[in-house]
Structures are given as structure tokens and as C-alpha cells.
T-cell receptor, first 114, second 115 residues
Framework: DTEVTQTPKHLVMGMTNKKSLKCEQHMGHRAMYWYKQKAKKPPELMFVYSYEKLSINESVPSRFSPECPNSSLLNLHLHALQPEDSALYLC?????????????FGSGTQLSVL | AQTVTQSQPEMSVQEAETVTLSCTYDTSESDYYLFWYKQPPSRQMILVIRQEAYKQQNATENRFSVNFQKAAKSFSLKISDSQLGDAAMYFCAYRTPNTGNQFYFGTGTSLTVIP
């Protein structure tokens, strides 16, 4: 299994809603990432979990709340989002080995905030 | 600071022809990894090819090869015998062991394949 699975694929939410994005991998990877991507732009790093601990938080607003319940799962909780938060949210994983590194990406959740 | 530059926002190539996408990077590290990722309209990011900086030999993966010039800090991607399925955004990326899990992406090149 070399897949990173993200759900849902599409999400429309209002500014007062609370929703969660989910990500799962079964490759034994110990690092998991959330990226935000606007159209025709590169992915922007939001958060990194390494061995289930938050290791990088790129000054993301608190309306985005990551959670790593175990080594296979990564969630992104959304609350009180703004229309400018509409984007593709990509999850990725890697082995977290300094000598063997590549990112495996999920297919993303396309989020629209109304 | 590490930066990755892709100077070609858009490129086009005739089907079956060869195209080269350019990437330059800025770093003071001697040990690092370089990647090319492809993002088709489905928006799934797919690893195309990977190069370790300590290896002088250029990486190849079937129709994809790189020209890695360490002194010039250049890492170009050559696509041979271009196919319609190669149409996508291509992102160059850089990572060094000293920056932990931080990957640096270029701004991307949109490749069109003309039938």
C-alpha cells in the first residue's frame, strides 16, 4: 500500500461551520504534513508531525487545528474559516529518515468557504 | 535561506518531441536532495524523479532525466518522447537533512503537450 488517502475530496462550508479533513497512510511513515495550495501556485507548508508530535507550525491561524491521533492518521480541524481559506489542502507523508526522503501526497481536499 | 527558482511559468512541446524544464536553487549546504514533482489536472502530486547531491551521476526514470550541475546549482528536467499525459504543472523541490522535514518548492512550470 503506497497510498495517502484523504477525505473528503470536496468540501463546501460556511464561515460558522466546523469541519474536519482526514488523512490516512499505511506505509509506516512517521512524518505527516498538511499543505495548502492555491490554483497555479506551489504547495505552502502548514504543519508537520514527526513521530506524532507537532514539529513545524508555519504560523498558521488558529482557525486551523491539526491533530495526529496515531502514526497513520492526521486530521485538520476547521472552524470559523474565511473565504480566502478556499484552496486545495494536501496531506503528505514521508519516512522521516534524513537519508531517505521523498514526499508521498494524497489527492487533496478541495475546500470552498462561502 | 533556501530558495528554488523556476524561471519558465509556461512551456509547450510537440507530442513525441523533447522538452527541458529549468530549475535553480540557492543553498550553502553540501548535502541535499532535489526532486521533480508533477501535478496533472487531477491535482495529485506525483514524484517524477529524485537526485541526491552527493551523486555525480544524473538520475533517470524512463523518459525522464535530469541534468544536475552542482556548482551552478542547476537541476533541469528533460522529458523525451513527450506524451499527452505529460501535460501538467511541474514543481522542482529541495530538501536538506539539516532542515528536518522542510521541503522547498519552486513556483512551478505549466507544461502543455501539443498533439
Amino acid at each position: 500500500d503506497t497510498e495517502v488517502t484523504q477525505t473528503p475530496k470536496h468540501l463546501v462550508m460556511g464561515m460558522t461551520n466546523k469541519k474536519s479533513l482526514k488523512c490516512e497512510q499505511h506505509m509506516g511513515h512517521r512524518a505527516m504534513y498538511w499543505y495548502k495550495q492555491k490554483a497555479k501556485k506551489p504547495p505552502e507548508l502548514m504543519f508537520v508531525y514527526s513521530y506524532e508530535k507537532l514539529s513545524i507550525n508555519e504560523s498558521v491561524p488558529s482557525r486551523f487545528s491539526p491533530e495526529c491521533p496515531n502514526s497513520s492518521l492526521l486530521n485538520l480541524h476547521l472552524h470559523a474559516l474565511q473565504p480566502e481559506d478556499s484552496a486545495l489542502y494536501l496531506c503528505a507523508s514521508s519516512q522521516d529518515d534524513q537519508n531517505e526522503e521523498k514526499l508521498f501526497f494524497g489527492s487533496g481536499t478541495q475546500l470552498s468557504v462561502l | 535561506a533556501q530558495t528554488v527558482t523556476q524561471s519558465q511559468p509556461e512551456m509547450s512541446v510537440q507530442e513525441a518531441e523533447t522538452v527541458t524544464l529549468s530549475c535553480t536553487y540557492d543553498t550553502s549546504e553540501s548535502d541535499y536532495y532535489l526532486f521533480w514533482y508533477k501535478q496533472p489536472p487531477s491535482r495529485q502530486m506525483i514524484l517524477v524523479i529524485r537526485q541526491e547531491a552527493y551523486k555525480q551521476q544524473n538520475a533517470t526514470e524512463n523518459r525522464f532525466s535530469v541534468n544536475f550541475q552542482k556548482a551552478a546549482k542547476s537541476f533541469s528536467l528533460k522529458i523525451s518522447d513527450s506524451q499527452l499525459g505529460d501535460a501538467a504543472m511541474y514543481f522542482c523541490a529541495y530538501r536538506t537533512p539539516n532542515t528536518g522535514n522542510q521541503f522547498y518548492f519552486g513556483t512551478g512550470t505549466s507544461l502543455t503537450v501539443i498533439p
